[in-house]
């Protein structure tokens, strides 16, 4: 009984990780109703520690992955966003600057089927990571509406944050998951990636 306890125990402790600097999240969309927030190190962190019990999802999209790579831990890939070939205008100048990423209409329904895959539950702890953290909020948000019960935010995300100042200014060199040099390979494994999950496909796979 003694060993049980403290496992238990050990468990809950392994699951802390160190509180996210929230005065870094200045712009309200970046906050959520969780309130939990990670850098790629705790992400990191707390994934390693305990493996079976926390979810890391990527939520970028295919060429994302095919292109930049992936983190070694993550679990599965479900893309909160998928890539078009149309311009996106900025509000204030109309200015082009992008290319615009469509949602996910299937989002939640294929994070839900990542869970029936990998015997997780809408209690369990999930981790959302994106390119640069800030596709991650909005990802949780629709997580916290569709019932799951912690959600945390990865917010420096897979390229990094970028530099505000100095001879790297507009590039993404600071912090995030290459930055910190943690582990990641352009070496995709098939059981990762969204065909899996994917509601549609996945329904014309179990007939």
């Known amino acids: 009984m003694k060993t049980f306890f403290l496992s238990i125990l050990l468990i809950g402790m392994s699951l802390q990780v160190v509180a996210y600097d929230k005065s870094k999240l200045t712009k309200k969309w970046q906050h959520t109703p969780f309130e939990l927030y990670l850098t790629a190190q705790e992400a990191y962190d707390m994934k390693t520690a305990n493996p079976d019990k926390v979810l890391l999802l990527d939520v970028r999209n295919q060429a994302e992955l095919h292109y930049t790579g992936m983190p070694d831990t993550v679990d599965a890939n479900v893309p909160y966003r998928f890539d078009s070939s149309d311009w996106k205008l900025k509000k204030k100048n109309k200015k082009l600057i992008s290319f615009k990423m469509y949602k996910n209409a299937d989002?939640?329904?294929g994070v839900e089927n990542v869970l029936k895959a990998k015997n997780y539950t809408k209690d369990s702890p999930i981790i959302?990571?994106?390119?640069?953290?800030?596709?991650?909020?909005f990802a949780t948000r629709l997580l916290h509406k569709a019932g799951f019960k912690k959600v945390y935010a990865q917010m420096e995300g897979f390229e990094g944050v970028k530099a505000k100042q100095g001879k790297h200014k507009g590039r993404r060199v600071v912090a995030g998951w290459k930055v910190s040099n943690l582990p990641w390979s352009y070496d995709l494994p098939a059981t990762k990636m969204y065909f899996n999950f994917e509601p549609k496909h996945k329904n014309e796979m179990d007939k």
């Open 107 to 109: 989002f939640v329904k």
């Open 128 to 137: 959302i990571m994106c390119a640069t953290g800030s596709r991650a909020p």
